[in-house]
């Protein structure tokens, strides 16, 4: 089945219906598609052990006797949906069909008559459950119903002008071709229903072309079609945004995290939305109680709430922190959206409410057309039926018909994104309209349809260190905080739990190949401890991503981060579907698969210039302190200065939003930068940047030129990306130069930290990344077990780990102890140091490179147990089950291993001088043009002229 997909996959990448095409080349590849599927046995339908959902009435496993073959394999399949989670909610939608599902349908199709007693079933699924964009499903109904429009196939229960109909709701991407050939048919009615079915399609791409030289060349029908986009029909004709919406409230007391709402344990499931949705609130708290504890959320609580005949909104005091997981946004859509037409198990629309909204988790929300806003959430309760006034600011109660709470929407756009279905297509049909009237000789503004996003009225005085890398990426000096811009995304990084839903909103986009310059997927997630479903993904996802120029690593390889951050250009601008995408050189903005595959595939990110908070390190680091406790020190200092809190309930962040810019730390090495920008993520910043010297960023280059080249000749894909990126770096290396903020520079707040006064660990409580205590007030508390691994390591940690280990006294240790390197060149090397033995001399469980216990999707720590973690955060339930879990420098980590708690301070400091005393051997970082087979691997590579001069071309922009 994987090399029938994959023969669908290259058979559709060589078709041309975004792009227009002949017209015999397009059908004969239809025809050929077709053919090689039909000549297959029907996939049969995969049986899952959960469910989620919402069903339509043609789910109903409840009809006449069937005659269809495939309709009996079908409703099989929808039956078992529907008793999933004890049927409660009607079960779960059945899956979308999938390209040899399609091609059985559609033979189906063929024999039948117009008196077939199925004939309706069938026109009716293939018009509804196939995902549309260019899906490898989408892909062979738009080659069926081409052939029809076309007049290549005799049509049996869909008529040519249905398939002219049909064709229009697939959104773009392998529809397009023909509606716009058929703008020229000698069929009036073919081609008017085609100029209608165009007028409302957006993901037309290059195509746009073809319809204004159509138009040009005096087609009447093309230039209706102008005319359309001009007047942004696509958008006036929708519903707008009502002025009274009433909800009944289904409220989370506290913070609701990302891993809430999608836990990581049911990452295989997240791109089958109604399934993964059953897990969202899964472990009983306060106000929520699970159909299942620990398996299926409140299925009956929702139920009962929906009886009240209003859609839900969901309410939290803090919603959406953690990961940037679009699955999570999804999970609360699902059961509180509203169908798509046309689009299967995807939903829209919704309300969230939360008295602090993270703000990805607020963007996924935008990009899905739901309704995010922030207000007191203190007057709301589950079970309150209340009216929501969005254009007035304004909730009111129905009990008491009064107003219990005001607000402002975050911005002026954020009607028209909810009644645009979305963010992404407001911003895709903009630009349609726009160049519609310019192709008309019009003005190019919109601003009489569309609610333009408003510039600040003040300019500031200086522009911060990411405000000026954001302005390099747009174009001019500086972004101000709050200008609404589209910096061009130099690097985005795709990981494995959401690169699947990444791949759908790609395929959704009618993607097929990358705008941006790099796009980087990995393996690191599910490698370890793969599931059946995870082995089809490294099978499927690295051709998917390398097919469209993409970069994509191997199961095994290690952490994305560890990567992607070899592959960076300083001072430049980019995204990742994993919230620590957080660069250390340059600045990165987090997002959800959604607006991840957008900036992968337009080469763009839409990003309302987020405030800076500037964190000043002054004085010296102290004997014995780490990073990472430098790391904790921000929060920690954050509260001393009342700018932080850690009650839910009313919760102040002050870097919630914001852009963490680090200054006082300027030689550090860039993997030494990486631990601070990587914990921005826990702050729910927006980013971060670090100010740092020009020679640790050209030894971090002629490193990283060397390992790209070795790559190449290792057989990684796709050559020419990863060619134009280290002529980029070369070019950078032969004229190195920095950004820098200005000294006038504003920031919404500045916090100093003197590190003469840091004089013991810090480390972060169980179990919240922001809640932090100095060590000698948590000294003596027992440790089970102890993690060393995750983003937040490098091989510095390893080596010191490993040397307070071989010095442990007793023969073994009386902690259960993890260990996982970030990557295979780092295990490599740590193994013929000798590292390795130690580890395992010390009884350690040495864990494949990648994340290993970070996600909490693989292994898990004992239910219970107390945890010393070097991860990224201890979200409840994230490392296992009711565990509690400090996260902590290596050092203290390894410390507590032996000790089997966390040590005093005195005890803490009498290990550690061993360590200071060889740190200069301990954190010596991988250099790979200092590694003969690096080196002499990388000598083989050429870069080729091209991409040279493509390097050349990006660089000047």
Known sequence: MLGRIRSARRAASSLHFIGGGSTTNRAAAATNILQRYEQQTQQSFLHPTAASSSTSHFFSSTTAPLSSDFLKSYDAHVAERAAMAGGKLGGIAPKPLDAAQTATLIDELRAASSSSPDGDRLVELLSHRVPPGVDEAAYVKAAYLSAIALGKESPTLISPLRAVELLGTMQGGYNVGTLVELLSSDNDELKACAAEQLKHTLLVFDAFHD?????????????????????????????????????????????????????????????????????????????????????????????????????????????????????????????????????????????????????????????SGALPIEMDVSNLNTGDVVDIYPKE???????????????????????????????????????????????????????????????????????????????????????????????TMTTVGSQ????????????????????????????????????????????????????????????????????????????????????????????????????????????????????????????????????????????????????LTIEKKGKKNVFSGRVLEIEGLPDLKCEQAFELSDASAERSAAGCTIKLNKEPVIEYLQSNVVMLKWMISEGYGDPRTLERRIARMEDWLANPHLMEADDNAEYAEIIEINMDEIKEPILALPNDPDASALLSEV????????????????????????????????????????????????????????????????????????????????????????????????????????????LASAELAAIASIEGKLPTVDEYMKYMSTVDATAADTYRYLNFDELPEFVEASDKVEISDEMREAAKKLSIL
């Open 211 to 367: 319809v204004v030289d159509l138009s040009n060349g005096g087609n009447a029908a093309a230039t209706e079609v102008l005319e359309s986009w001009a007047a942004a029909e696509w958008f006036t004709s929708k519903p707008d945004i009502p002025d009274k919406i009433t909800v009944t409230v289904f409220k989370v007391t506290g913070e609701t995290n990302t891993d809430d709402l999608s836990p990581a344990q049911d990452a295989w499931s997240r791109p089958d939305v109604p399934l993964h949705a059953l897990a969202m609130l899964k472990n009983a708290r306060d106000g929520i109680v699970p159909e299942k504890d620990g398996e299926i959320g409140p299925l009956g609580q929702i139920d009962e709430l929906l009886q009240k005949g209003h859609p839900l909104a969901y309410v939290g005091d803090v919603v959406g922190t953690g990961s940037s997981r679009k699955s999570a946004t999804n999970s609360v859509l699902w059961f509180m959206g509203e169908d798509i037409p046309y689009v299967p198990n995807m939903k829209t629309g919704g309300v969230c409410i939360g008295g602090k909204i993270a703000p990805i988790f607020f963007n996924t929300m935008e990009d």
């Open 496 to 643: 494995d739990t959401t690169g699947p839903m990444t791949r759908d909103e790609l395929k959704s986009l009618a993607c097929l190949g990358f705008s941006a310059d790099l796009v980087m997927q990995s393996f690191c997630h599910t490698a370890a401890y793969p599931k059946p479903v995870d082995v089809v993904t490294h099978h499927t996802l690295p051709d998917f991503i390398q097919t469209r120029g993409g970069v994509s690593l191997r199961p095994g390889d290690g952490i994305i981060h560890s990567w992607l951050n070899r592959m960076l250009v300083p001072d430049t601008v980019g995204t990742g579907g994993d919230s620590h995408t957080r660069f250390p050189l340059g600045v990165s903005f987090p997002a959800g698969s959604g607006l991840v595959a957008f900036a992968a595939a337009t080469g763009v990110f839409p990003l309302d210039m987020p405030e800076s908070v500037l964190v000043r390190f002054t004085g010296t680091m102290q004997p014995g302190i780490t990073l990472r406790d430098l790391v904790q020190a921000i929060p920690y200092t954050a509260i001393q200065n009342g700018l």
């Open 779 to 886: 000294a003596g508390d027992k440790i089970d077990e102890v993690f060393i691994g995750s983003c937040m390591t490098n091989i510095g940690h390893f080596r010191a780990a490993g040397k307070l280990l071989a010095d442990k006294k007793s023969a073994t240790l009386p902690t259960r102890l993890w260990v996982s390197p970030p990557t295979k060149m780092d295990a490599a090397q740590l193994s013929e140091e000798g590292y390795y033995s130690t580890f395992g001399t010390a009884g350690a469980r040495m864990e494949m490179p990648g994340c290993s216990l970070c996600m909490g999707n693989q292994a898990r720590v004992e239910p219970g147990c107390t945890v010393v973690s070097t991860s990224t955060r201890n979200f409840p339930n994230r490392l296992g089950q009711g565990s509690n879990v400090y």
């Open 393 to 487: 600011g304004e909730v009111v109660d129905r009990a008491c018909d009064e107003v219990i709470a005001k607000f402002e929407l975050k911005t002026n756009v954020l009607l028209d994104e909810v009644r645009a279905g979305g963010r992404i297509p407001l911003i895709i049909g903009r630009g349609i309209t726009s160049k519609a009237r310019v192709a008309l000789g019009r003005d190019a503004s919109v601003a009489d349809t569309f609610n333009l996003p408003v510039a600040p009225e003040d300019t500031p005085k200086g522009y911060s260190l990411a405000q000026k890398m954001v302005g390099k990426a747009c174009g001019v000096e500086g972004i101000p905080p709050g200008q609404y811009c589209e910096p």
